[in-house]
């Protein structure tokens, strides 16, 4: 089944990679391709897309998987090889991966030559329903999350479910923490569902990928550039990137939906408090993600400030956040005083 | 005397940069503001506009001057510095410098924390009338110039002729080539007036800014991302590139408007050939250029082409040219093969 979805300036496409890539390529018939992979997702999904390139003119990149690679040593790198791969303004970048690739390989092409066109194949459940939509791309940098970077739209997203098949357990638990995010912030409608779920490798990824990639997009084209509204897709992600980060530098890294999932218990509990969740629903939230995630991992507020510090979303000395008035509703723009953040 | 200049979604003002800066600071009077310097305009150029920053919380950046620190070494060192700064979403570049400075501090602006605002201060001629009008950022890599980069416009541009007092002959100048092209492309009324001027030092500065910019203005308004007409923009900017890049590796830099000079006659040459420009014409504008620039460097077709073949405009093997038809007038996308480029 292939499903197209409008985006403002972009479509995805949820079906068949092979088939959607071939479709968005035909409009392109002369372009130079340039495919970015890790060493997973060469092997694994490049096969998978491979009908849709011959006799196409087409290079491979192939990086080094995970976070710690989103750096800007390994930008240049990419850089490097767009232009040895003699890129001009007509090529066109394949992102095939999860966030790591789509918004590193998405940064890539959004700045050589002042941007040339890219295509995201997010193969994660985490950045098919949250890192391939929006055009927010970037870099880690100086410990920062995202620390640099741009906003820019894909000229589309190609969506397989298949690829899901070649996730870790782990990794699928953990894309489907922004699942759980979208219900709670805005579709409280998808929130009984997804509570039946508790067998991930088994589940209707299809349907579920449809339902909640409908939140992010409506968020998206009401906000592109995070004025206002957009913010709500920041739930559970201020505590969540300070845990994600202090973990990291802690030698003990979790992988992003882990720290998410940790990030919206915490930020529930602060939602009781600052945004009018009942504690029968904080009790609700909180058990589904501990039956899934286990119980959240400890961790002092003193460790989180020197990230919370630098979030993007501040105002002078406030943190910002996004937190729960219900199950499906959410706001934004809530500034606390690190004295206030008690989790 | 204060002009000021609409530009699409920004001003450009055109008077004493102390107090236009005052003026646009009023409105975010909280932000905290970032100065980016090099050794030379930190001393001669800060000072002019320290008035208008009393009173506020800034920091100042220096970096060493020139082209050769235009690249991804110097933008980490600033973004390192603007993330100790502690910069946020709502702190505010200001780029008081030449090209450099602008192409530089503007991309880094652009792309910190996915794009804070920036005010450019042009400094040089050059900068004044072209660079900082247009959006255009970036840096040079692997001897490309301008290779990584965005489009982004500035909060404000703030012009004030008193810098052009800062700059030796060679750079006042080199910055005069590009109100030499924008006459030659857009603005045949101003070509008579222009070759009047042979003694730059004295020239009536504010007027000449005011119609060079009118030229860049309309252009950059009608076709901000370079579809189409701001491809006139490029005159003498093929082999101009090429000849500064050539020269840069031999050891023996050109200023950029010394090589766009050469460039200029040299595509003016062209021009008799595929553009429509007479014989007549061609003399009146070399005769001009040389006057003032003397004689064009000797330069061979074979040391251009590794540069030429990585232009952004090309389309495959085919090099774009924007060519004269007229003086005043110019058309964009003539694609040459290498074996038609004879100058």
Redesign the interface.
């Known amino acids: 089944m292939m499903e197209k979805i409008e985006v403002d300036q972009y479509s995805i496409w949820l079906g068949p990679a092979a088939t959607s890539l071939g479709k968005v390529l035909e409009s392109f018939p ?1 372009a130079r391709l340039f495919i970015l992979t890790d060493d997973h997702t060469h092997i694994c999904c490049l096969p998978l897309i491979e009908s849709a390139l011959k006799d196409r003119d087409y290079q491979v990149c192939q990086i080094r998987p995970g976070e710690p690679f989103k750096v ?1 040593t390994t930008a ?1 790198s990419i ?2 090889d767009m ?1 040895s791969a ?1 890129l ?3 090529s066109m970048v394949i992102n095939l991966g999860g966030g790591v690739i789509g918004d590193m390989g998405g940064f890539c092409a ?6 040339i066109k890219f295509i995201q194949v997010p193969t994660t459940l985490l950045s098919q329903v949250d890192a391939s939509i929006g055009g ?3 870099i880690d ?2 410990g ?1 999350k ?6 820019q739209s894909p000229l589309a997203v190609l969506i397989d479910p298949v690829f899901l098949d070649t996730l870790s357990d782990r990794e699928l638990r953990s894309g489907y923490a922004e699942v759980i995010k979208h219900s709670l912030i805005a579709d409280g409608g998808h929130w009984p569902v997804l509570t039946q779920i508790h067998d991930l490798r088994h589940a209707d990824w299809h349907s579920i990928i449809r339902r909640s990639l409908e939140v992010k997009r409506k968020i998206v084209i009401a906000d592109p550039y995070e004025k206002g509204i957009r913010k709500l897709l920041n739930f559970g992600h201020t505590l969540g990137h300070a845990i994600e980060s202090h973990f990291l530098q802690s030698g003990m890294p979790l992988l992003h939906g882990e720290a998410i999932a940790a990030g919206m218990i915490y930020e529930a509990r602060l939602s009781v408090r600052y945004g009018g969740l009942t504690t029968g629903q904080l009790i609700n939230i909180s058990n589904y993600i501990e039956i899934l995630f286990g119980p959240p991992p400890q961790v002092e507020l003193v460790d989180l400030l020197p990230v919370l ?2 979030d ?5 000395v406030q943190i910002s956040f996004s937190l729960l008035e219900d199950i499906g509703k959410s706001k934004w723009d809530v500034l606390l005083n690190e004295s206030d953040i008690q989790f």
């Open positions: 002369t800007i240049i850089w490097q232009t003699g001009d303004r007509h959004a700045t050589y030559k002042r941007g927010k791309l970037g940098f100086d920062y995202n620390h640099i970077g741009v906003f510090r630098q993007k979303k501040n105002k002078g």
